[in-house]
């Protein structure tokens, strides 16, 4: 069983930032892919990024890329998303999601076989 939790949501103004974290229970975190997803109001959930459990491929949505970085610290059974040039578009639900067979570029939630409760953004002035 894994257990997620994401914390460092919160309220910013546009292009600011933001990082969020997800630190994972038990003691095979090296050996899942890590993904980030995010759900607005009135809107489908959407896959935002994703990378191997090596951390060396990472995969975007084109609407963050440049402007987000996911890594991780298998060490530390966290993995981070670093949130650059906020947008008002950004705000939405962000949550985790492990996945033991998943590769960094499965972009469907389904793909994905734990997750955590979500953390809320809010970019606005």
């Known amino acids: 069983q894994v257990q997620l939790v994401e914390s460092g949501g919160g309220l910013v103004q546009p292009g600011g930032s933001l990082r969020l974290s997800c630190t994972a229970s038990?003691?095979?975190?090296?050996?899942?892919?890590m993904g980030w997803f995010r759900q607005a109001p009135g809107k489908e959930r959407e896959f935002v990024g994703a990378?191997?459990?090596?951390?060396?491929?990472?995969s975007y949505v084109d609407s963050v890329k440049g402007r987000f970085t996911i890594s991780r610290d298998n060490a530390k059974n966290t993995v981070y998303l670093q949130m650059n040039s906020l947008k008002p578009e950004d705000t939405a639900v962000y949550r985790c999601?492990?996945?033991?067979?998943?590769?960094?570029?499965?972009?469907?939630?389904?793909?994905?076989?734990?997750w955590g409760q979500g953390t809320q953004v809010t970019v606005s002035s």
């Open positions: 038990g003691r095979t975190f090296s050996t899942y892919t």
């Open positions: 999601a492990a996945g033991w067979r998943s590769r960094y570029y499965n972009d469907r939630a389904g793909e994905y076989d734990y």
């Open positions: 990378i191997s459990g090596g951390g060396v491929g990472t």
